[in-house]
């Protein structure tokens, strides 16, 4: 991040990362909340070719077939950010979000595998709900699969210390869920911090719905939804 002589009155914003989904509308959300307004994004795909020490030794159109992993090397122009500490808090914002984005894709197909053991389990549950209640539960969560939900996170909870609380287990966490959150200069879980706005469900129904009190990261800024089985 640099503030060109070129030109004052714009700050660049340049990054380099493995190409993957929502790294433009995730970073653009960002730079928004962050109050900044975008001028121009330039966003060339190349494939690149790195030694052991991640040096490059080779680059080519992505539309060559090689063995070089498909790089995203983004360059946003937007408003002039003056005071070194906004940019070192911009910076931050913005390591905050990548990381959200790899854990959300890099987990994505074990959250889709652990969705399908859902769906299985739901046919084993107990004969208080019929059959028409876990058939109809089984195809809305097939749905959600059929690339109708973004999973971003997931994680199992087991009862906690009364019968008004759930315990999310840390070893379950998947996606968002294993991103440190900055707060107050420390560094916490989204495990932690996440799921304190998941309530005990009242009812004994095979699903249940809420809303999250926090903004997602990732893809769109707005509040997420939680599912519960």
Not at 82 to 95: H, N, P, T
Not at 104 to 130: C, F, I, Q, S
Not at 178 to 193: A, E, F, M, S, T
Request: proline residues 4%.
């Amino acid at each position: 991040m640099h503030n060109p002589a070129w030109d004052a009155e714009r700050t660049l914003v340049e990054l380099l990362v493995e190409d993957s989904p929502f790294l433009i509308d995730s970073i653009t959300v960002e730079l928004h909340r962050q109050n900044l307004r975008i001028y121009q994004v330039i966003h060339p795909l190349l494939q690149i070719t790195r030694d052991g020490q991640s040096k490059i030794t080779g680059i080519e159109n992505f539309h060559n077939k090689n063995t070089g992993a498909l790089e995203s090397i983004m360059q946003f122009h937007v408003t002039y950010v003056e005071k070194e500490e906004d940019r070192q808090a911009l910076a931050r914002g913005l390591c905050t979000v990548l990381e959200a984005v790899r854990l959300a894709v890099a987990d994505w197909k074990p959250m889709v595998a652990r969705a399908e053991e859902t769906v299985h389990g739901l046919g084993e549950a107990p004969n208080k709900y019929n059959k028409k209640t876990r058939q109809e539960v089984q195809d809305f969560m097939r749905w959600m699969k059929d690339n109708h939900f973004t999973f971003l996170g997931t994680c199992d909870f087991v009862p906690g210390e009364n019968a008004e609380n759930l315990k999310p287990v840390s070893s379950s966490a998947l996606g968002i869920f294993k991103l440190d959150y900055p707060r107050n200069g420390h560094k916490v879980k989204g495990i932690n911090i996440l799921t304190h706005t998941i309530p005990l469900f009242a009812n004994d129904d095979l699903v249940n719905f809420s809303k999250s009190t926090h903004k997602s990261l990732v893809h769109r800024h707005g509040y997420m939804d939680y599912v519960a089985f």
